[in-house]
């Protein structure tokens, strides 16, 4: 056999084994994630919980949130393939929220309930709107059961930064820093877009008057123009 071919098989093979850890990497690692849509402090956010495998190849049938204490309300995603209920409990003193409100209980935990059994494999998303804390570096942590036909599994376990990650983590979130307004960070940049275009409006307004301006003088010297000519006509 030739080196050529032999060369070609040989790399052949590595891009195998290397796929193989790949997917095997892909695998070990497939848990409950969170992808917030977005992480300013004191902003609301809707966290996006990803679930794609069964306990043991088991199909899931419930999903079991703990909400930290950080966290006052919750609004749970309307997810056609599940119910959903919130589970309260009352603070032992009221907590003031936003634009005056207070709060004399909380969300402790949201549950979706399968109302057809998840497949082992198949992937689904579940979404939590909520405030996110004033402070800037909170860690949210939200605990998660997730409840099989057989068994289940505790996405429970926390751990720090440079640590390696557990067995089974708990999905978490770290607020950045707030921004503008903390409801979007786009008020006064709304305003001072809504500033620039009334300048561009009056700019524009100015710029259609001197045209027209223009015009009418365009015509009026071509009118001067024409009577002159017939005048010279007239006297040849």
Not at 4 to 21: E, G, I, K, Q, Y
Not at 90 to 101: D, F, M, N, Q, T
Request: with cysteine; proline share 6%; net charge negative.
């Amino acid at each position: 056999m030739s080196l050529a071919p032999r060369a070609a098989r040989t790399a052949a093979l590595a891009l195998t084994s290397s796929a193989l850890v790949v997917l095997g990497a892909g695998a070990a690692s497939a848990h409950v994630s969170v992808t917030p849509s977005s992480t300013a402090a004191g902003s609301y956010a809707v966290l996006t919980f990803s679930v794609g495998h069964g306990c043991e190849a088991s199909p899931t049938t419930q999903l079991t949130f703990q909400i930290p204490e950080e966290v006052i309300a919750v609004t749970p995603t309307v997810n056609p393939n599940w119910t959903v209920e919130k589970k309260i409990e009352k603070l032992e003193s009221a907590v003031k929220g936003s634009h005056g409100s207070e709060y004399t209980e909380r969300v402790a935990e949201v549950v979706y309930t399968a109302k057809t059994p998840l497949a082992d494999g198949l992937r689904d998303t579940v979404s939590l709107q909520l405030p996110l804390p004033e402070e800037e570096g909170e860690k949210l942590v939200f605990p998660v059961i997730q409840t099989c036909e057989k068994g289940e599994t505790a996405w429970t376990q926390t751990y720090e930064e440079g640590q390696d990650e557990p067995e089974s983590p708990a999905p978490f979130i770290t607020t950045t820093a707030a921004e503008t307004d903390g409801h979007g960070g786009h008020g006064d940049a709304d305003a001072d877009a809504g500033a620039d275009a009334d300048e561009t409006a009056e700019a524009g307004s100015g710029s259609d008057a001197l045209g027209w301006a223009g015009v009418v003088l365009g015509a009026l010297g071509l009118a001067a123009g024409g009577l002159a000519l017939g005048r010279t006509r007239k006297r040849a």
